[in-house]
């Protein structure tokens, strides 16, 4: 990165540019140049789009950069998926330049930006972020949906390191989406692009996190950035058109079962690819949660599927519970998890639990004056 703003002393790039140049996303490309400007090695001039160019240390930061190169034990680094005209033969997937394979084929836990890992799951006889990396590069957009805690973030969050979320809900305007006009500290007002138009013009990831939530009149402003024209129109910014670069692609997570979730026929027919996604009851038992626990959420997953019950924990619950366990004890934890669980189901899940641990065990309450 240093050594091309180095290389022309005065011309500013965008991220889009840069990561052409440079054949990365453009995330990772954005996060090194702000980490340039931070050190005080390129500038950056604007905000809509940003652009950085040279300082007079980026030069000596780009002769201090250590380029690798191949050899024994030092493969060549493998193309990007998200990069222009990759192919459907895609080397393995790599995270911050770590492959998502371990020796053996096993694929390898992937650190989310939270800092938890993610443990890959199968999909079409692939790791699911590289099944999901592969769609992105043949322009696929996908919708993954399932109940709340499954996972299903988290799953776009490991594949994806230049994700931008959306956390929709029924408050969101065009505006959140878009764009709008914010008062700036002289008094005046400047239009700010939202995270869509940012996603569009840096070749980003975007997620669409609840979109189902969303209303359709705002989602409709969405649609022409997702089908064959890549552009929208901000019609609140002198109608300017935006167009989509390379790399920019939309993925949406839809919750069934949460109330004011409509999967409309216009949505759905946006997402070519809809997966469902559901706990990992195995993964839970590897993860060293509590047998018992898990036991019991796979009765109450069993149960919810014949219809006897609406709710079961699902992944989320379950990492809870542990750690509820691993503070308070185990059977706070089985009283939490009978509170939590939705009140017409929560005698059940009671009668449930109570069978599992051998002891009654009813939702977790204070108790008397100490």
């Known amino acids: 990165m240093a050594g091309i703003l180095a290389a022309s ?19 990772a ?14 500038d950056r001039i604007g905000t809509q789009p940003r ?29 990007s998926p998200s990069a222009p005209g990759t192919s459907s033969s895609l080397p393995a997937p790599t995270v911050g330049g770590a492959a998502v394979s371990q020796p053996g084929g096993k694929p390898a836990p992937i650190t989310r930006p939270n800092g938890q890992r993610y443990h890959p799951r199968a999909l079409a006889q692939l790791p699911d972020v590289e099944a999901l990396r592969r769609l992105r590069a043949a322009s696929v957009p996908v919708l993954l949906y399932g109940p709340p805690g499954t996972g299903k973030t988290s799953l776009i969050e490991a594949a994806f390191d230049d994700l931008i979320t959306v956390a929709g809900d029924g408050d969101t305007t065009v505006g959140d989406l878009v764009g709008e006009y914010t008062q700036d500290e002289h008094g005046g007002y400047e239009f700010v692009y939202g995270p869509v138009v940012t996603a569009m013009q840096e070749g980003r990831a975007l997620l669409l996190d609840d979109a189902t939530l969303i209303s359709p009149k705002v989602l409709a402003a969405l649609y022409p950035a997702m089908d064959g024209r890549r552009q929208i129109q901000v019609k609140a910014h002198k109608g ?5 670069a390379d790399g920019f692609y939309v993925i949406a997570g839809h919750n069934p079962g949460v109330h004011g979730a409509v999967l409309t026929e216009a949505l759905a027919s946006r997402f070519s690819v809809q997966i469902q996604v559901g706990s990992d009851y195995d993964l839970a038992a590897a993860l060293k949660i509590n047998r018992t626990a898990v036991r019991v ?46 009140l017409e189901d929560r005698d059940t899940v009671a009668e449930i639990v109570t069978k599992a641990t051998g002891r009654p065990v009813t939702a977790l309450a204070l108790g008397r004056q100490l």
């Open 9 to 27: 002393t005065g011309a500013q790039f965008t991220v889009t540019e840069l990561a052409n140049l440079l054949g990365h996303s453009g995330g």
């Open 29 to 42: 490309v954005g996060n090194a140049c702000e980490t340039l400007v931070a050190r005080g090695e390129a």
């Open 51 to 79: 652009k950085y160019r040279a300082t007079a240390a980026t030069a000596a930061a780009a002769r201090r950069a250590v380029t690798r190169q191949p050899g024994p034990g030092n493969p060549p680094p493998a193309a």
């Open 240 to 244: 300017e058109t935006i167009t989509a």
């Open 297 to 342: 959420a796979r009765h109450l997953a069993t149960s919810q599927q014949a219809g006897e019950v609406g709710w079961a924990p699902q992944l989320r619950e379950l990492i809870a519970f542990q750690k509820i366990a691993d503070v308070l004890g185990t059977e706070t934890a089985f009283a939490n998890l009978v509170g939590i669980a939705p």
